[in-house]
């Protein structure tokens, strides 16, 4: 089976189904704020063999105040165990959004030393667009009571993610560029936040790439229009660091970085969500 490491197209996931080493995650969580709901949803539109990635419980730090924060490496590697997922195992990652959610599955087990993952191009409503088979849903469906317990074993990578501190200290150094993945109403502080107790703006010296920008019809845009993109936005060609509202769609830039070969690229784990609600940091409004 050939390997994929952060895109596969739907018609490639469909070509390795029932392959041995292949784990399929969905990794959907409800919409925030405005965004519309999803048409079709887990359990009952699912691809074959798909494993529910629950990201707001089982593989979030639950004893943190902010949405989505990274667990330790322990709860990580048996949450993963859990879905029965081994060393050697090809991740498929998608969610119901189309590219949202799931980007962040992808960046936290990359985050954990596996390599064979990659995300699901369009997710499951490019998949459904395709008619591409789902599976169909048994009387009392419980997908991980069935699974084997895993062997994988999460190994720390380095500079995958800053916290606050490390993001105010590159607001006044600028030697790295902080991108931000909120829409560009929230990024100026027009529109509220949807989580309570955050105040609206953006970290100062901070630029705005709405993930939305970086895809084309549900797609991620061709790895050309990508590099010009980030070319654009970071001509002195800086290191990164990706920020959002909570750590989602930060990671849809770091995944469309990597696609067209940037180094140097964090994820600020608290984003907005913890920015906002700390006492000091500075915050930027603009019209």
Request: charged fraction near 20%; charge should be negative; aromatic fraction near 10%.
């Amino acid at each position: 089976m050939t390997y994929f490491q952060q895109l596969i197209s739907c018609v490639d996931l469909h070509a390795i189904l029932g392959s041995k080493d292949l784990v399929i995650l969905d990794a959907s969580i409800p919409p925030v704020g405005n965004m519309a709901a999803p048409e079709y949803s887990w359990p009952d539109y699912r691809i074959p063999g798909a494993r529910r990635f629950d990201l707001n419980q089982d593989f979030s730090d639950l004893s943190s105040t902010l949405p989505h924060s990274m667990p330790t490496i322990s709860h990580f590697e048996q949450a993963a165990k859990a879905l029965g997922i081994n060393q050697q195992s090809q991740i498929v990652v998608y969610d119901d959004l189309g590219l949202f959610s799931a980007a962040r599955a992808w960046y936290m087990f990359r985050a954990m030393g596996h390599k064979n993952i990659a995300v699901l191009d369009g997710g499951l409503p490019y998949w459904l667009k395709l008619k591409k088979p789902v599976a169909e849903l048994p009387s009392a469906f419980n997908e991980t009571n069935k699974q084997i317990t895993g062997n994988f074993i999460a190994k720390e990578q380095s500079n995958f993610f800053c916290d606050w501190r490390e993001v105010e200290a590159q607001t006044r150094s600028q030697d790295e560029l902080i991108l931000d993945a909120r829409a560009n109403r929230r990024f100026k502080g027009l529109d509220a936040e949807p989580r309570a107790g955050v105040r609206s703006g953006h970290m100062p010296n901070a630029k705005n790439l709405p993930y939305n920008d970086l895809l084309k019809q549900g797609l991620f845009k061709s790895s050309d229009e990508l590099t010009k993109i980030f070319t654009e936005i970071n001509a002195n060609e800086k290191a990164m660091i990706m920020s959002c509202g909570s750590g989602v769609t930060a990671c849809v830039l770091a995944l469309a970085a990597e696609i067209v070969g940037l180094k140097g690229v964090r994820v600020y784990d608290g984003s907005w969500s913890e920015w906002g609600t700390l006492p000091n940091t500075e915050v930027v409004t603009s019209s």
